[in-house]
């Protein structure tokens, strides 16, 4: 028989937010790679450094 891993409600709620912060960082850096695109395509000059923040 196979058996299921049961893990305790706090490992559950650490995953779980470990994968939010997975989802939000990688959405980020989806959003300022797509800024950085469309400021290269108009040619857009920043005076910033860093444009990420």
Same mark, same amino acid.
């Given at each position: ?5 049961? /893990? $305790?409600?706090?490992? *559950?709620?650490?995953?779980? =937010? ?8 990688? @959405?980020? /850096? $989806?959003?300022?790679? *797509?800024?950085?695109?469309? =400021? ?8 910033? @450094?860093?444009?990420?923040?």
């Amino acid at each position: 028989m196979f058996q299921s891993l049961m /893990t $305790r409600a706090c490992c *559950r709620e650490d995953r779980s =937010l470990l994968r939010l912060r997975t989802n939000l960082v990688q @959405d980020r /850096t $989806r959003v300022m790679n *797509r800024v950085h695109s469309l =400021l290269d395509k108009y040619d857009v000059k920043c005076d910033y @450094d860093e444009q990420d923040g």
